[in-house]
């Protein structure tokens, strides 16, 4: 695990508490952060007592994407396809490939790589105060971390171009009420509720939530006839797992099921 501190990490009742903490940056991203998160996510990946991620950013903000201060084309032309190779699709690929629920409470303004790795997440909760820019036209750049993929499945190829063309600020009940994201929440409420949904899903069938999240991903670039194939077999691997056992047990005895996660 890395030792930054531009990540503050903490697991609790099967959460893994991942938050961005370059609050006087808005939590944009250096090099330094994106390792902390990847070694974050990595551990996600890796140790089971992780059943949940629930990520957010310290302070007023989530994310203002890349730390535009390493990049000061004053001082020589970046190459930007070597960083999105080397830290944001990386970040992307851990996230979508966690057979795990990951959780995203956006606290604050989440701008560039920062909205579209919000939307990235399984679900995503907002701060009645929070707004989500595709800030890249402002600067010349493409909405990365699979912006240009997420927008138009999630709301329209109209939106999502209007959204990426202008950069304009979308406040979070419009993004909750076009399916960005999955609710908004009171600003003084959003941590409680973020943690208890965290908790929950913590508490759940993971080996059948995560190949749930695997089949729904699968359906952006499936046949009909190829998902139902794939349903099949995963429900034919989750009907082996010793949480299914339990929950249909639970169910006959009528008591409440205790999950373990296998
Ligand atoms: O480069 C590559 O590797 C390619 C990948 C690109 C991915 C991307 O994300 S590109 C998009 C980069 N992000 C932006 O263009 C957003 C830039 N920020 C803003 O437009 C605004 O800050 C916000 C709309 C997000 C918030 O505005 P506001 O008025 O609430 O806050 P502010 O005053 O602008 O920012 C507060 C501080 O954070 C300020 O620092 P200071 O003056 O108090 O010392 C500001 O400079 C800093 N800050 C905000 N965003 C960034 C940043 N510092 C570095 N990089 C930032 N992206």
Redesign the pocket.
């Known amino acids: 695990m890395s030792e930054s501190d531009t990540i503050l990490s903490a697991l609790a009742d099967g959460v893994l508490s991942l938050t961005l903490n370059r609050p006087?940056?808005?939590n944009?991203f250096n090099e330094e952060m994106h390792l902390a998160l990847r070694a974050g996510f990595e551990r996600a990946h890796q140790d089971g007592d992780v059943r949940a991620v629930l990520l957010t950013g310290a302070g007023r903000?989530f994310s203002?994407?890349?730390?535009?201060?390493d990049?000061d084309p004053r001082k020589g032309t970046?190459d930007?396809g070597h960083?999105?190779e080397t830290?944001?699709n990386p970040l992307l690929r851990l996230i979508r490939s966690l057979e795990k629920p990951v959780i995203c409470a956006v606290n604050g303004?989440a701008?560039?790589?920062?909205a579209n790795i919000a939307f990235a997440c399984d679900i995503t909760l907002a701060a009645r105060s929070a707004r989500f820019?595709q800030?890249?036209a402002?600067?010349g750049?493409v909405p990365?971390?699979g912006g240009t993929w997420n927008l138009p499945r999630l709301i329209g190829e109209a939106r999502a171009k209007a959204l990426a063309l202008t950069a304009e600020p979308l406040d979070a009940e419009t993004a909750a009420s076009w399916g960005l994201i999955w609710r908004v929440v009171d600003d003084d409420k959003l941590m409680d509720e973020a943690k208890a949904l965290a908790i929950r899903l913590a508490a759940g069938p993971t080996k059948g939530l995560g190949l749930t999240k695997r089949a729904i991903q699968a359906a952006a670039t499936n046949s009909l006839d190829d998902q139902l194939d794939l349903e099949r077999d995963l429900q034919r691997e989750a009907g082996r797992s010793a949480d299914y056992a339990e929950g249909v047990t639970a169910f006959l005895e009528k008591r409440k099921p205790e999950f373990k996660g296998r």
């Open positions: 006087d940056k808005l944009s903000g203002a994407g890349q730390d535009l201060g990049r970046p930007l960083t999105i830290f944001y303004v701008a560039g790589a920062g820019i800030a890249f402002k600067i750049l990365d971390s």
